[in-house]
C-alpha cells in the first residue's frame, strides 16, 4: 500500500513540475528590493521630473532624469554582451495642443529593446512613467519627488532588466521609460505610432503605474493585493465586428482581458501568494494611464497598479495639513511590495517571450449541436494547443484540453451556448501564449 502511495505522490509531482518552469521561479527570487529602492531613491533626487522642467542641468529636472535611466539601460546591457538596444525615441508637441502644454515640448522616451532570437519582430513590452507632478500639473519647477507615482514603476522596469536580460528569449521585450503621462500620455502616443510606422507586431503592453503603496486611504493595509486594469474590447474593432460580437458574444473577451486573464493564471501558478484582482475597466473611474494610447492603437495593454491607493499622496505639493502629511516621499513607498509587482511582471514578460505566437484566426461552430468545434490556424513552432472553456459569467479560463499534431477539435457534450472558448499554442518548453479568442464561425 505504501510504495502504491507513494508511486502516486510521485507521478503527481510529476505532473506539477513538468507545467511549470524553474528559470521563472529564479526570476522571482532575482528580483532586489534593494535595487528597487536604490533606484526610486535615485529619481526622486531629481527634485522635479516635469514633463516642462528642466532639461540643461545634470542634477535636477526631466533631463537629467532620462539621461540616468538611459545610463542604466547601458549598464545592464553592458552587463549581458550588449543584448539592449538603447535609445531616445523624441516626440515633439507644440504648445496648446491641450492646457498642460504650455510651452513647445520635446517629450522623450527611453526605450531599450532586448531582441528575440526567433521573433525579433513581435514584441512584449513593460513601461513605466518617468514624469512627476505637484498640486497643479501645470507648475514645472516646485518640488515634485514622485517616489511612487510613478518612480516606482521606472525602477520596476529597470530591475525586470537587469533579471530578464541574463536570459535569452524568442519573442523580443522592451522596457521602457515613458514621458508625458501627467500632461496627457504623450509618450505613450508617440510609440504606440512609432510600433505602428516601423510594423511591430505588439503582443502587448504592461503599464506599471504605481507599485509601491500598501496603505489604502481607505484603510486597508494589504502587500498581497494588486490590480489588473483592461478594457472589455478594443476601440478599434470594426462594425462588422461589433455586429458578430452581438450574436455570437465576446463583450468581455477583446486581447486587452485576454492578457489580463493570462497574467492572472501565471501569477497564480508560480506566486499563489499574491493576489491579482482583474478590474473589468480601461483604468481607474474617469482617469487615465499609457496603456490607453496602445489600446487606442489597436495594441492589446493593461495597467498593473497597487490595489489601495492614498490619494493624499498623489499629485499633491508637499505640507502638513489637520495631522495629514501631503506628497509622494520616499518613506510611503514599500520597496519590498514594488519588488514583488517587478516579480509579476518579469514571469509575465519571460513566459510571453518563451511562446510561440498565438494563432490568429480560431473560428467555432456547434450550431444547435451537443458539441463545440474549434479549428484553428497551424502555427510553426508550437509543440501543441490548449482548447479553454469557461462559463459565460466566469472571468477566468477554467477549464482545459491539450492537443498536438492537429488543427481543429471537437468538445463532446459541451453545448457552445452555455460557456466561452479560446485556443492557445504551446511551445517545446510548456510556455503559452496568450489566449486567442474565436474570430470566425465555422458553417458546415
Not at 492537429?406 to 452555455?418: A, K, P, R, W, Y
Request: proline share 3%; glycine share 8%.
Amino acid at each position: 500500500m505504501k510504495k502504491i502511495f507513494f508511486a502516486v505522490i510521485f507521478c503527481a509531482s510529476s505532473i506539477i513540475s513538468a507545467q511549470t518552469d524553474q528559470r521563472i521561479y529564479d526570476i522571482i527570487n532575482n528580483v532586489s528590493s534593494d535595487n528597487i529602492e536604490k533606484d526610486i531613491t535615485k529619481l526622486v533626487s531629481f527634485g522635479t521630473r516635469h514633463t516642462l522642467s528642466d532639461t540643461i542641468s545634470t542634477t535636477t529636472g526631466i533631463g537629467a532624469a532620462r539621461r540616468w535611466i538611459k545610463s542604466e539601460f547601458e549598464n545592464i546591457s553592458k552587463d549581458c554582451n550588449n543584448c539592449l538596444n538603447v535609445s531616445f525615441q523624441n516626440n515633439f508637441v507644440e504648445k496648446g495642443t491641450n492646457e498642460r502644454i504650455t510651452k513647445d515640448v520635446n517629450i522623450v522616451n527611453v526605450v531599450a529593446i532586448q531582441k528575440g532570437t526567433k521573433y525579433p519582430n513581435r514584441y512584449i513590452i513593460m513601461s513605466g512613467d518617468i514624469d512627476s507632478r505637484v498640486s497643479d500639473a501645470n507648475n514645472y519647477t516646485s518640488t515634485s519627488p514622485g517616489a511612487n507615482d510613478n518612480a516606482s514603476g521606472m525602477a520596476g522596469t529597470l530591475e525586470a532588466a537587469r533579471v530578464l536580460s541574463k536570459y535569452k528569449f524568442e519573442n523580443s521585450i522592451i522596457y521602457v521609460g515613458l514621458s508625458g503621462e501627467e500632461q496627457g500620455l504623450f509618450g505613450g502616443k508617440g510609440l504606440a505610432n512609432y510600433a505602428k510606422e516601423n510594423n511591430w507586431e505588439v503582443i502587448g503592453i504592461f503599464n506599471n503605474d504605481m507599485i509601491g503603496n500598501i496603505k489604502g486611504v481607505d484603510g486597508i493595509i494589504s502587500n498581497t493585493d494588486f490590480r489588473i486594469f483592461s478594457e472589455p474590447t478594443p476601440p478599434t474593432e470594426t462594425e462588422r465586428e461589433r455586429t458578430m460580437r452581438r450574436f455570437y458574444g465576446g463583450e468581455v473577451d477583446g486581447i486587452s482581458r485576454q492578457l489580463a486573464r493570462y497574467i492572472h493564471k501565471n501569477v497564480k501558478t508560480y506566486m499563489p501568494e499574491m493576489n491579482p484582482m482583474m478590474i473589468y475597466r480601461l483604468d481607474r473611474f474617469g482617469r487615465g494611464g499609457h496603456h490607453r494610447p496602445f489600446n487606442d492603437a489597436g495594441f492589446a495593454g493593461i495597467r498593473i497598479m497597487e490595489a489601495h491607493e492614498n490619494y493624499t499622496q498623489q499629485h499633491q505639493d508637499i505640507r502638513t495639513e489637520n495631522g495629514i502629511e501631503y506628497g509622494d516621499v520616499l518613506k510611503h513607498v514599500n520597496f519590498d511590495y514594488a519588488a514583488k509587482l517587478t516579480a509579476v511582471n518579469a514571469i509575465n514578460l519571460a513566459s510571453i517571450a518563451w511562446a510561440p505566437p498565438a494563432p490568429k484566426k480560431v473560428a467555432i461552430g456547434g450550431i444547435v449541436e451537443a458539441s463545440a468545434k474549434l479549428k484553428w490556424d497551424e502555427v510553426p513552432g508550437a509543440k501543441g494547443y490548449k482548447i479553454y472553456w469557461r462559463d459565460t459569467t466566469s472571468p477566468t479560463w477554467d477549464h482545459s484540453r491539450y492537443v498536438e499534431d492537429i488543427t481543429s477539435f471537437t468538445l463532446e457534450g459541451i453545448v457552445i451556448d452555455n460557456y466561452f472558448f479560446g485556443v492557445s499554442t504551446v511551445g517545446e518548453n510548456g510556455h503559452e501564449s496568450v489566449v486567442t479568442f474565436p474570430n470566425a464561425i465555422i458553417r458546415d
